[in-house]
Each structure stands twice: as C-alpha cells, then as structure tokens.
C-alpha cells in the first residue's frame, strides 16, 4: 500500500507526534511519502486561472504543486495532519488547497480519487477542530473522494508536546495508533452516493455546456475521459 502523508507544520511537536502514532502501525511493507507545509508548499494562488483555461502545468507554482498532486494521485491512503491555527486550517494548507480547484468535480476531477481514502488529523489547545477540519474535507468531497475519516483532538494541557503529561500523550498516541491499525488491511473505497450524485450533476452540467457550443478545456476533458460524447 502507498501512502501519502502532507504535514501541515515543520514544527516537530504535537502534530507530528500524533502523526507519526497514526503511522506506527502502518509502516511495515508500506510505501510512505511525506511532504511538509509551508517548505513543501506552493505560493499563494495568483488568480491568474491559467489552470482552469489552459492547463495546471502553466501554473506559476506548478513545480510545487505537480509532486504533491502525484504522490496523492499514486496512493491508497491521504493523510492530512495540521494543527488549528485560530479555529481554521493553517494558511499553507489553504494556500495548498486553492491550487487543486481545477481537479474538483465541476472541472478536471480525476476518476484515480473516486476510490481513494483519506485521514485528516488536526489538534489544537482545546478549540473545537471541526472548522479546521472542514476546510480539508470540502475539498476531499469535491476533489471526489468517497471515504473521509477525521480525528480531532484538544492537547489541553499545554501546546509543547514533552509539557504534557505522560498520561496525556499516552491517550493521545494511543487514539492515533487504533486509528492507523484500521488502515493496515485496507481495501480501495466505493464510490459513495454523494459522489456519484455530484458526478452525476457535474456531467449533465458538461453536456450543457457542450451544446451551446463552448469547447473549454474542462469540456474536452469530460470528452477525453469518455464521460460525455464529443459529437
Ligand atoms: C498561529 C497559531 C494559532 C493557533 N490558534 C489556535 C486556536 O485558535 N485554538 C486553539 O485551541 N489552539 C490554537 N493554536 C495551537 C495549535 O492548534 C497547536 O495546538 C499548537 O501549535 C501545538 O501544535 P504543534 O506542536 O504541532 O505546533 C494555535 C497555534 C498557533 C501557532
């Protein structure tokens, strides 16, 4: 099995412990590839919309963006671990995010997703973690993939990891490792029926756009694919 893994800090603190928890398990015979934001992370998104007209590879920050977009593409398994930084996602997750827009379902999606899993991780002092969280899911969802799983933890106790209690972090790396001992013998995801629904709307709104005559590149993609019929 392959595994992706895009960390949302460089910090080697509460993420990355509970992170590599989470892997623990899953490191023996599996491929495991890491990437680490914001060094790994492509500039802001210009708005230049050079990928939804033309092409991603156009993209100013393509070179940034292309090996952690194959890794994910690659893989089985999705891994996204970040602290929540004021009750969102990191910036450099978002910045990250923006650039796969083009691959969402109303655009180029890429059918490899539709059966891929995914685990986003995130902790924080003690704020709720669902809005940090929310920001990644959405984009699994419209990126299309069907099997989202999320942890969320409270640290409580304090923010550097050797702080906390022995009691604390034994709790904490032990809900990650369970986590991660789900995905030893994983089997590919079905597509689940929000995104077949959503693949489903996304094709007829191609085929719209079609007869009115408007061959854009995502049109000639959906044609490319099989999806909809060219003539
Ligand atoms: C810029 C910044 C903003 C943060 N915002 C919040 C927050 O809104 N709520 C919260 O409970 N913790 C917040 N934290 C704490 C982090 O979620 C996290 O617990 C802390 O950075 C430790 O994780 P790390 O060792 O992986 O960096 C913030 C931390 C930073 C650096």
Redesign the pocket.
């Known amino acids: 099995m392959k595994i992706v893994v895009i960390n949302g800090?460089m910090?080697r603190?509460?993420?990355?412990h509970l992170k590599e928890s989470f892997l623990e398990p899953l490191r023996a015979g599996n491929e495991i590839t890491e990437f680490y934001l914001p060094g790994d992370a492509p500039g802001f998104c210009t708005g230049c919309k050079v990928c939804f007209m033309d092409s991603e590879d156009k993209c100013p920050h393509a070179g940034k963006v292309r090996p952690i977009w194959q890794a994910m593409l690659a893989v089985d398994l999705i891994v996204f671990a970040y602290?929540?930084?004021?009750?969102r996602a990191p910036g450099q997750v978002k910045t990250l995010l923006d650039h796969f827009g083009v691959h969402w379902m109303v655009h180029r999606p890429k059918r490899e997703m539709f059966t891929k899993r995914a685990v986003i991780i995130t902790?924080?002092?003690?704020?709720p973690n669902g809005a940090a969280q929310k920001d990644v899911r959405t984009s699994f969802h419209w990126l299309g993939v069907s099997s989202v799983r999320r942890l969320g933890f409270?640290?409580m106790e304090g923010?550097?990891?050797d702080e906390l209690s022995e009691k604390r972090r034994r709790k904490l790396t032990t809900a990650c490792r369970r986590c991660g001992e789900k995905y030893v013998a994983m089997r590919p995801a079905r597509m689940n029926l929000s995104v077949r629904l959503m693949f489903a709307i996304c094709r007829m709104l191609q085929k719209s756009v079609l007869k009115k005559g408007v061959h854009s590149t995502d049109n000639r993609y959906w044609i490319e694919q099989g999806w909809i019929r060219g003539d």
């Open positions: 800090t910090v603190g509460c993420t990355y602290p929540v930084y004021v009750m902790q924080s002092i003690g704020a409270g640290l923010v550097i990891w």
